[in-house]
């Protein structure tokens, strides 16, 4: 019968990553509960008439049904594959506002996991890699979104995760493209994040960009091939082209509405902002790659916060965007980001749902709505500036930071006594 201390794991990394898949997997169990038990948002009834559609005529053939027989269908062709399945499952009599908030829930507790390791690799530092990790996993942005709200946007930030990871702690870059194509797959927002991955790929080795590319391009034809040959004007306008919803209220838009901007005058400016806020957001990733080689995690979570701070349209589950980001660059930004953000989409949702927090139908913002959503706003902008400040202003540590033959001796020394204290023996 094995004792108690060696049924512990003594290795401190190991112990770590279980408290955080601990924390994660309590947490994925209040999300399945919350899922089990309520209605959730519009978006689940959304979800369930495109399923019923897609059950009928296929994941590419909801692409050629007209609009007024079926919502606006703006989702790339993996999420049609995915809600295929679901509604496939539902027929043997599981609930589908259950199933289709499984998906982000499940994400989530591997995100955290992904979280853990990145910050490890970027901080050499378990302790921060755990907070951070249950940071994520604990977040109220994602308990509301992923258990509740019932949308696919935790599911995309999983996998652009993943396909960091395989790049800088697997050097893996072929599958670190098919999971970056993966993510695309789920919705296109991950784009901003493709010129920083290219150029840190770039500047790692030529081989590295190609097989990355590789990966990415076969991923990319296979998934959306059979849509863009049968269904391209319709792939090209409503999901590349989508532009969110038709009264945004969020952040910039807000604030310019604010200060007496017409709507008449908004939304043009709006439309006209939309590829100069991608580019922005993209060109931020990339400037700080080029100055740290070693910080493609916080790099590419920079980037998609930025690019939701800048946002020029407006949806309560887009707040899920920046969580594991931010954990990523810096743990304090992304606790700041988290519990704002969750403070404001709590009480937007108690009063959608008239405190029920069963049936909740999204309504323009209230003016009380609209300080604590600029208020939420703000603190991202401030938690995207103090990432920004920690990334230039950490430590140069990692794969890519050279080593004097004296610092090389000193890492070989710790190793070695890392190594003998994980097998229970004392060097001194």
């Known amino acids: 019968m094995p004792s108690l201390s060696q049924l512990t794991p ?13 924390a994660a997997l309590a947490v994925l169990a209040l999300k399945i509960w919350l899922a089990a038990t309520t209605h959730g948002t ?3 009834s959304t979800f369930t008439q495109f399923a019923r559609v897609i059950g009928k005529v296929g994941p590419v ?9 079926v919502d606006l269908y703006n989702h790339p062709p993996l999420t049609g594959d995915l809600l295929w399945l679901l509604w496939h499952i539902s027929r043997h009599g599981v609930p589908f ?8 829930s499940v994400a989530d507790v591997f995100t955290s996991l992904l979280v853990f390791s990145l910050v490890r690799a970027w901080r050499k530092s378990t302790r921060q890699a755990m907070w951070a990790g249950i940071g994520t996993a604990c977040s109220p942005v994602l308990v509301i979104i ?3 709200h019932g949308n696919t946007d935790p599911v995309f930030i999983l996998f652009l995760l993943l396909s960091v990871w395989l790049l800088t702690e697997r050097r893996l870059p072929l599958p670190a493209g098919i999971a970056f194509a993966l993510a695309v797959s789920i919705k296109v927002v991950p784009l901003v994040a493709l010129p920083v991955l290219l150029l840190w790929a770039l500047l790692h080795s030529r081989r590295t960009l190609l097989m990355f590319l590789g990966g990415l391009a076969v991923t990319l034809v296979v998934i959306w091939g059979p849509a863009a040959i049968g269904h391209w004007p319709q792939l090209r306008t409503n999901v590349l082209g989508y532009n969110g919803w038709s009264a945004p209220q969020w952040g910039l838009a807000q604030l310019l509405s604010d200060l007496g901007m017409k709507r008449a005058d908004l939304h043009p400016l709006l439309d006209h902002l939309r590829t100069p806020v991608v580019a922005a957001s993209a060109l931020l990733g990339m400037l700080l790659v080029w100055r740290r080689r070693d910080a493609l995690g916080p790099a590419v979570g920079i980037s998609l916060a930025c690019l939701l701070l800048l946002s020029t349209a407006t949806g309560t589950q887009y707040l899920s965007w920046a969580v594991a980001g931010l954990f990523v660059a810096e743990a304090w ?3 700041l980001y988290s519990l704002v953000g969750g403070a404001f989409l709590f009480q937007l949702y108690d009063a959608w749902s008239k405190g029920t927090w069963d049936v909740a139908t ?11 959503g600029l208020a939420a706003w703000a603190s991202l902008g401030v938690a995207v500036v103090f990432a920004v400040r920690a990334v230039l202003r950490s430590p140069r540590t ?11 001796a000193e890492a070989s020394g710790r190793v070695t006594a890392d190594s003998a204290r994980a097998a229970g023996t004392d060097l001194g």
Do not use: C, K, M, N
């Open 10 to 22: 003594r290795d401190p990394v190991r112990r770590a990553r279980l408290v955080v898949l601990g």
């Open 42 to 44: 519009q978006d689940v």
């Open 61 to 69: 053939g909801i692409y050629g049904v007209p609009h007024p027989a």
């Open 97 to 104: 506002a259950l199933l289709i908030r499984i998906p982000a």
């Open 146 to 148: 992923s258990g509740f």
């Open 333 to 335: 930004t992304g606790l």
């Open 362 to 372: 999204a309504i323009v913002w209230t003016h009380e709505q609209v300080q604590f």
């Open 398 to 408: 990692g794969r890519t930071a050279p080593l004097s033959p004296r610092s090389t």
